[in-house]
């Protein structure tokens, strides 16, 4: 998912604006003359005439309008999760894991990605498909790369759709995306696209949108290529010491098993960790010393390329433990 680096999940919704905006360099320029100079950049990239001739056109000027508060603000985990992750998503996680079993093992084999972690994903980024956006995206990468926040990181996004629909990979209507431009059931960034998606049901082609097995090899091939490692978990919830250096605490700065386990680090149930020295392990605290407390390994690195965010990958591994409890 496109990196905003944002600390809580929001809801978004588009609507036409004006068209006069102040660009990221400072100069009130209209949209549509913005939109030329993503024409000669989709140009100088290669993108072919055709291409740009049918899709130019078709591209209007949007922006996030009414967003949701901030509301988890002022919670912690203990108040968040169960918001993000009720009692009836997890129910249905479990059916739908059930009803896709025999597509996760295959999948499973392939990606060595352990199933509940792909049906976390989707049920959290959106809602088992239900809520994957649709927004053109061209139109949401345009328009974000217009507004200036992140104009590099969505010029490329848009190219990178531009790419697609080039290369026929889909076609301008059914390249839809959520307001960040995030698309699909399991919410890819275009270029993540191009990177890592995978035809996972054999049909000669990839719908990441109306196929839930090429959804889900994408996010398996996505998580496989950032170094998912199947032999392993996510991490653990566990006890800190009252003294511990908190110069040790950050995603950032993974230490052994063998050390943490020397610093007083204990699992949650105040035994020992496990006795491995091949485990780099970070110590997080996302609400702070008072907060939970959690080592996490690689893999949870990898599951934050979606949202660089602790509470986004606390809820996801939170969601894939209840699936996997039945608790």
Not at 41 to 48: C, E, F, L, P
Not at 142 to 157: C, D, H, I
Not at 216 to 243: H, I, M
Not at 292 to 307: C, D, F, G, I, T
Request: aromatic share 10%.
């Amino acid at each position: 998912m496109l990196k905003t680096i944002k600390k809580r999940f929001h809801a978004l919704t588009l609507t036409v604006l004006p068209l006069l905006s102040l660009t990221a360099q400072g100069q009130e320029i209209s949209f549509d003359d913005y939109l030329l100079q993503l024409k000669r950049d989709a140009q100088a990239q290669g993108i072919s005439q055709q291409t740009l001739d049918a899709t130019i056109p078709q591209i209007k000027r949007f922006r996030k309008a009414n967003a949701s508060q901030d509301t988890a603000t002022s919670q912690t985990l203990e108040t968040y999760l169960p918001q993000v992750i009720p009692d009836w998503k997890v129910d249905t996680a479990r059916v739908l894991f059930k009803e896709n079993e025999q597509l996760l093992n295959r999948i499973a084999d392939k990606y060595q990605v352990q199933p509940r972690f792909i049906v976390a994903l989707w049920g959290l980024v959106s809602n088992f498909g239900e809520s994957s956006g649709n927004y053109p995206v061209l139109s949401v990468t345009a328009s974000q790369a217009y507004n200036g926040e992140n104009e590099a990181l969505y010029r490329k996004e848009f190219l990178a759709a531009m790419t697609i629909l080039d290369k026929q990979q889909a076609k301008f209507d059914d390249l839809k995306s959520n307001g960040d431009g995030a698309m699909g059931q399991t919410q890819l960034s275009p270029s993540d696209f191009i990177a890592y998606a995978q035809d996972g049901d054999g049909d000669g082609r990839i719908d990441i949108w109306h196929s839930t097995a090429d959804a889900f090899a994408s996010a398996a091939n996505l998580l496989k290529q950032q170094g998912w490692n199947g032999e392993d978990t996510w991490g653990r919830q566990v006890q800190v010491p009252a003294k511990i250096d908190i110069r040790l605490v950050g995603l950032d700065k993974p230490q052994s098993l063998a050390k943490w386990q020397k610093l007083g680090v204990r699992r949650f149930d105040n035994t020992d960790l496990p006795n491995r020295d091949d485990i780099k392990a970070s110590l997080i605290m996302p609400d702070g010393v008072k907060g939970r407390k959690y080592l996490v390994y690689s893999n949870y690195r990898a599951l934050m390329h979606w949202q660089a965010s602790d509470y986004f990958g606390i809820s996801l591994v939170h969601f894939s433990e209840r699936i996997k409890n039945n608790s």
